[in-house]
């Protein structure tokens, strides 16, 4: 069983900054690419910023500039620092991994519960 738990989400004033965290644990044998996608009242859940299990990362053009996705394997977590936020990034952040259950298994895809991030004043 694979559980992803995100964590470090919260009221922040606009300008201000946040750390989010993801960790995987379970039984599994390898953890893929991990990533961070976003959802707002009303709209679609969208892809914010992904990193390979090599490290190779990318984000979103909103993002770009302001948010920095990093990990560390030996800790099955994801991180995604969040600067100079703006109301607009107001949405329940979500944690996606790729995780290998078993040696000779396929990659199947994982999500976390979500945490809240509001940016208001």
């Known amino acids: 069983q694979v559980q992803l738990v995100e964590s470090g989400g919260g009221l922040v004033q606009p300008g201000g900054s946040l750390r989010l965290s993801c960790v995987a644990s379970g039984n599994f044998f390898f953890v893929n690419a991990m990533g961070w996608y976003r959802q707002a009242p009303g709209k679609e859940r969208e892809w914010v910023a992904g990193s390979t299990s090599a490290g190779t990362t990318n984000v979103a053009d909103s993002v770009k500039g302001r948010f920095t996705i990093s990990r560390d394997n030996g800790k099955n977590t994801v991180y995604l620092q969040m600067n100079n936020l703006k109301p607009e990034d107001t949405a329940v952040y979500y944690c996606?991994?790729?995780?290998?259950?078993?040696?000779?298994?396929?990659?199947?895809?994982?999500w976390g519960q979500g945490t809240p991030v509001t940016v208001s004043s």
């Open positions: 996606k991994a790729g995780v290998r259950v078993e040696l000779r298994g396929s990659t199947d895809d994982y």
